[in-house]
């Protein structure tokens, strides 16, 4: 009787679990149903053996260095970085002729002062401002973040990146925005201080490379994908390296395993049913006051 | 095998062995009687020693370039990943280390529940392993908060605030944990240093914790007592080793995969932003392992009593060995107990899950039913079940439900029925 009413306590907890975890599930949806979908692009960084696509990288640091870094720093980032490989690689010449063209405080000298010189590749890469402060009030109050771990900073990162720089639109009918406040489909909220960055041609690529809103998004992106990820093509490619050899290796375990536990002092089950048989065949004998061998 | 007493070929290894015996240990280990019939689930205690020392390696590298000082601490990190050579690589399989860690434990402990490890005589097992888990925890929570960022600080925040429930001198507690009156440089200092001191301990009490195991050897799936050095038993070298090896191989396969292709997708975006205490990141969340314990927490509507029944949920498991009161361990005889085996995991699940919620309607409500039943089926089903289930026969030996197919006995009696014309049931 115990026994009936415990399967019947336990067939309802499982009830109330499946209905209650159905409930959650459902819930969920429901209010994650007022997001949007990002914007999925072919990124060639992505996969198995996935690489940045090396002039795109060149081009997104242009348009970083045009349009965004007079707001945002990338305080991680050197000059050095520009040329290393697995980047933007950048020639030494051109990295340097990059970083000179920033100066920076440094000192103090044998005189005790502080001088100005220019940068150099082994400088990080200029701020707009001298601190968080400074750029906070320099915005209207929102700080311009720093782009160095952007990427990965956000929920579905070089995606949303992307999404978000294209996600400006006129706000619907009816919609309240204070001044210095844009409308963004992407931005949680849809409220955000940066007015839009791109335009179609707010760069110009040396490359021949059409300056699309799409393409220079999708430079940009690229770029601080790479400044928030600087090994991602080693880490890809070690990976790859990696699985074939836990490949190669787990084969070689899983042959040895398999012979070590082939060998016959190890089949002690089939001795045992060796060993049961005898029983029942001694057994047998005593009862039958026979030879077991003519038993068969 | 290892009952024998063991003597090394070499006159300078015998010299050696009889002040320090070393080799005889070595000996024990490599001769330590397993059962035959042990499955892949009796393979994570060698994951789980692999990650620790994979952790504790890794952990020292980092502590050489990581600085532990809130204006530093962030930056070190990101130091870490773009200058110090393979830098990014050490980190990644760090921070994905502990989750793997985590999950490992997770399915070794789940292991022992099914198949009634934690039972006399190995209840010293069952609670170093415990205490094991419980200094894992605190290891990885004061983890988590070394990289300063976001959800570091407040997680932190969260957790040390916890303390301040206790009434009474709860807040002197607090600001003694903390070094001062809010989460600061004294903080991130003390944690860092525990860090660095709990994986040693760790280190120690796993070393109690297989102690504990070779006095009365391995349970089994069968649950049933097995023979030293008989037929049913083999040495742990080469077999075991080679099974383990192979299980630890598919299990390095997916922690690789997370280290190289998604080393961020177990974290929290947030925790790329560096700490700010004066900004509240819309939902505190700790890392995944930790989320069933947070959604016991945040179920309770008292601030004491969820600290109170979080904590309880833990130290109840230390009492299992004496809540399950059935003499059957395995559950492959228990036919009730193996369905609320897995109504709790599912439960766990579903904790682990509102646990990443907001703490806000249907939410609440579930997690107060899953929180309900976490206890009920270790405070009541457990001690009930023991006493009324009615349990499936157990067998002599670990080889008899492979005669059970078709049983091999009857069969005999059969043939030797028709043999004789004689009627099956007189023959015995």
């Known amino acids: 009787m115990k026994e009936k009413k415990l399967i019947r306590l336990n067939n309802l907890l499982l009830k109330i679990f499946f209905i209650a975890f159905m409930t959650a599930i459902s819930n969920s949806s429901y209010s994650d149903e007022g997001k949007i979908e990002l914007i999925k692009n072919d990124w060639s960084f992505k996969g198995i053996i996935g690489t940045f696509d090396r002039n795109s990288l060149q081009r997104g640091y242009r348009v970083y260095q045009e349009v965004c870094s007079g707001c945002h720093s990338i305080q991680h980032l050197s000059y050095r970085n520009l040329s290393e490989k697995g980047g933007p690689e950048f020639t030494l010449d051109e990295a340097k002729a990059i970083a000179e063209q920033f100066e920076i405080t440094d000192g103090p000298n ?187 | 095998m290892s009952e024998d007493k063991y003597v090394p070929e070499s006159k300078l290894a015998q010299w050696f062995d009889s002040r320090l015996p070393l080799l005889t240990l070595s000996h024990h280990l490599r001769g330590y009687p397993t059962p035959k019939n042990l499955n892949y689930w009796w393979t994570f205690g060698g994951i789980l020693t692999f990650f620790l020392i994979v952790q504790i390696v890794t952990g020292i590298i980092l502590a050489m370039h990581y600085v532990a000082h809130v204006d530093l601490a962030f930056n070190s990190i990101e130091h870490i990943m773009r200058n110090v050579n393979y830098g990014w690589l050490i980190r990644y399989v760090h921070a994905n280390g502990s989750s793997m860690f985590f999950l490992a434990v997770y399915i070794h402990i789940f292991r022992g529940l099914y198949y009634g490890s934690h039972k006399p005589p190995r209840e010293m097992i069952w609670i170093t392993g415990l205490i094991i ?54 903080t991130l200092n003390r944690f860092y240093s525990l860090h660095y001191l709990f994986p040693f301990l760790i280190f120690a009490l796993v070393i109690l914790h297989i102690w504990a195991l070779h006095v009365p050897g391995n349970n089994n799936p069968i649950g049933i007592d097995v023979k030293k050095n008989s037929k049913e038993t083999m040495s742990f070298h080469p077999y075991m080793v080679m099974k383990d090896l192979l299980a630890m191989l598919v299990f390095i396969l997916i922690f690789f995969g997370f280290v190289f292709y998604a080393p961020n997708f177990l974290g929290h975006p947030d925790n790329y932003i560096p700490a700010n205490p004066l900004v509240t990141p819309e939902h505190i969340v700790p890392e995944w392992y930790l989320l069933p314990f947070y959604a016991i927490l945040r179920a309770i509507p008292s601030k004491l009593g969820g600290v109170i029944f979080m904590f309880a949920s833990i130290f109840i498991l230390i009492l299992l060995p004496w809540l399950d009161s059935s003499k059957v361990r395995s559950a492959a005889f228990r036919p009730l107990y193996k369905k609320f085996y897995w109504v709790l995991v599912a439960m766990v699940i ?74 099956v049931d007189t023959f015995k």
């Open chain 1, 110 to 296: 044998d005189e005790g002062e502080m001088f100005t010189r220019s940068r150099r590749l082994s400088d990080k890469f200029a701020s707009p401002f001298p601190n968080v402060q400074a750029a906070t009030i320099a915005n209207g109050g929102a700080y311009p973040p720093d782009m160095s771990v952007l990427v990965k900073a956000r929920k579905g990162g070089a995606d949303y990146i992307y999404s978000l720089l294209l996600g400006y639109e006129e706000p619907p009918a009816g919609y309240e925005l204070d001044e210095g406040i844009y409308y963004n489909k992407y931005m949680p909220g849809q409220k955000i201080m940066m007015s839009k960055p791109l335009f179609e041609g707010s760069v110009e690529y040396s490359d021949g490379t059409q300056a699309t809103e799409e393409q220079l998004a999708k430079d940009v992106t690229t770029f601080l994908v790479w400044a928030a990820e600087p090994h991602l093509e080693a880490s890809h490619k070690m990976g790859f390296k990696v699985f074939l050899y836990l490949i190669i290796l787990l084969t070689l375990v899983y042959l040895s395993k398999q012979k070590v536990w082939s060998r016959p002092d190890l089949k002690e089950d089939s001795n045992q049913k060796e060993e049961t048989f005898d029983k029942v065949e001694r057994a047998a004998t005593e009862y039958e006051g026979e030879d077991p061998k003519t038993f068969r």
């Open chain 2, 133 to 186: 888990y419980l200094l894992m925890m605190a290891t990885a929570f004061m983890g988590y908060t070394l990289p300063w960022g976001q959800m570091s600080f407040w997680a932190a925040t969260v957790v040390s605030n916890l303390f301040g429930a206790i009434p009474l001198i709860g807040e002197n507690i607090t600001a003694w944990l903390w070094g001062g009156y809010s989460l600061d440089n004294p």
């Open chain 2, 350 to 423: 579903l904790l682990g899950y509102l646990g990443a919620k907001p703490p806000e309607g249907i939410y609440v409500i579930l997690a107060r039913i899953a929180t309900t039943y976490y206890f009920i089926h270790f405070l009541i089903i457990l001690p009930v079940l023991g006493r009324y289930e009615k349990t499936d026969p157990l067998p002599t030996s670990i080889f008899d439900p492979v005669l059970d197919e078709p049983n091999i006995v009857d069969k005999f009696k059969k043939t030797a029925g028709e043999y004789e014309g004689e009627k």
